[in-house]
T-cell receptor
C-alpha cells in the first residue's frame, strides 16, 4: 500500500524561507511530485524528483532521499502569493503508474 | 483555449438527480484521469483512461460512470449520489500512462459538487 505524510498547516513570514516535508512508504516508487494548489484552483506542477538530491527551480527547490522515504520542498524569498496548499505525490512503479497524494500542507504567508 | 477545462465549475444536485461533469484537454495528451478531493483528505484517483480505454477503476461505486469518447474529452456521469459524495472533482491529463519517460499530469480547475 501507499502512505504519504506531510504537515497539515504551516505559517511563515514574507521574505523568509520555509521547508515542507513529506515522508512516504510505498510498495513501488517511480518518482515524487510536488504540486501547488490555490484555493478553488487546479493543482499546478512544481517539481519532479526520481533520483536522490536537490533539484532547484528559481525560488523553489525539491529534495529527495529514496533510502529514507523522504522529500522536502523549499520555498525561498516567500511572497504573499505563495499562500496555498502544497501537495506531495508519489508515482507508483510498474505498468499501472498511479499518483498517490498526501493530504497537502496549507501554507500561510504573513506580511 | 489552453490546458484542461472543466464544466460546470459548481453543481448542486439532489440524490435522485442525474448529472454529468465534462472535462476537455487541449494539450494533445492521450491519458485522462478523474480524481475526487474531499476536505482535509488526499486526492483520490477514481478512473484512468489511456488512449480512450479505461485502464483503472479504483473501486469506485457504480453511481459514478465515466465515459471517454476520444482522447480530448472525458465525462463523469452521476446518478443517485449520496451527500458524502460532495467534493471537488478534478480532471487531469498526461501524455499517456505507458512505460518510458514519466508523464506529468496537468489538472483542470475542478467541479465543486454538493449533493443535498
Amino acid at each position: 500500500g501507499q502512505n504519504i505524510d506531510q504537515p497539515t498547516e504551516m505559517t511563515a513570514t514574507e521574505g523568509a524561507i520555509v521547508q515542507i516535508n513529506c515522508t512516504y512508504q510505498t510498495s513501488g516508487f517511480n518518482g515524487l511530485f510536488w504540486y501547488q494548489q490555490h484555493a478553488g484552483e487546479a493543482p499546478t506542477f512544481l517539481s519532479y524528483n526520481v533520483l536522490d538530491g536537490l533539484e532547484e527551480k528559481g525560488r523553489f527547490s525539491s529534495f529527495l532521499s529514496r533510502s529514507k522515504g523522504y522529500s522536502y520542498l523549499l520555498l525561498k524569498e516567500l511572497q504573499m502569493k505563495d499562500s496555498a496548499s502544497y501537495l506531495c505525490a508519489v508515482l507508483s512503479s510498474g505498468s499501472a503508474r498511479q499518483l498517490t497524494f498526501g493530504s497537502g500542507t496549507q501554507l500561510t504567508v504573513l506580511p | 483555449e489552453t490546458g484542461v477545462t472543466q464544466t460546470p465549475r459548481h453543481l448542486v444536485m439532489g440524490m435522485t438527480n442525474k448529472k454529468s461533469l465534462k472535462c476537455e484537454q487541449h494539450l494533445g495528451h492521450n491519458a485522462m484521469y478523474w480524481y475526487k478531493q474531499s476536505a482535509k483528505k488526499p486526492l483520490e484517483l477514481m478512473f484512468v483512461y489511456n488512449f480512450k480505454e479505461q485502464t483503472e477503476n479504483n473501486s469506485v461505486p457504480s453511481r459514478f460512470s465515466p465515459e471517454c469518447p476520444n482522447s480530448s474529452h472525458l465525462f463523469l456521469h452521476l446518478h443517485t449520489l449520496q451527500p458524502e459524495d460532495s467534493a471537488l472533482y478534478l480532471c487531469a491529463s498526461s501524455q499517456d500512462t505507458s512505460g518510458g519517460p514519466v508523464r506529468t499530469q496537468y489538472f483542470g480547475p475542478g467541479t465543486r459538487l454538493l449533493v443535498l
